[in-house]
């Protein structure tokens, strides 16, 4: 089940991006989450995952809160 969260995720990050339904605020705020989140799995499958993976998560989770805000996300 969670390679099909995975799925979603991406299908709907791609939709996010493709179908420009949400202001440009929210957009920056929902990648700047992706990155964030790409920062985190890269910390947390090195050899020794690092403590810092913590600190990256919560920025994503904060930044999508933010981007997904019904009073700023749509147009």
């Not at 991406?10 to 989450?33: H, V």
């Not at 890269?42 to 009073?71: C, F, H, W």
């Amino acid at each position: 089940m969670l390679w099909l969260n995975c799925v979603d995720y991406a299908y709907r990050y791609d939709d996010i991006l493709q179908l420009n339904t949400f202001n440009q605020l929210a957009t920056s705020f929902i990648k700047s989450a992706h990155k964030e989140l790409q920062a985190t799995v890269s910390l947390l499958l090195e050899e020794r995952p690092q403590v810092k993976a913590i600190e990256t998560s919560i920025m994503a989770v904060e930044m999508y809160l933010e981007g997904e805000d019904p009073n700023l996300a749509r147009r």
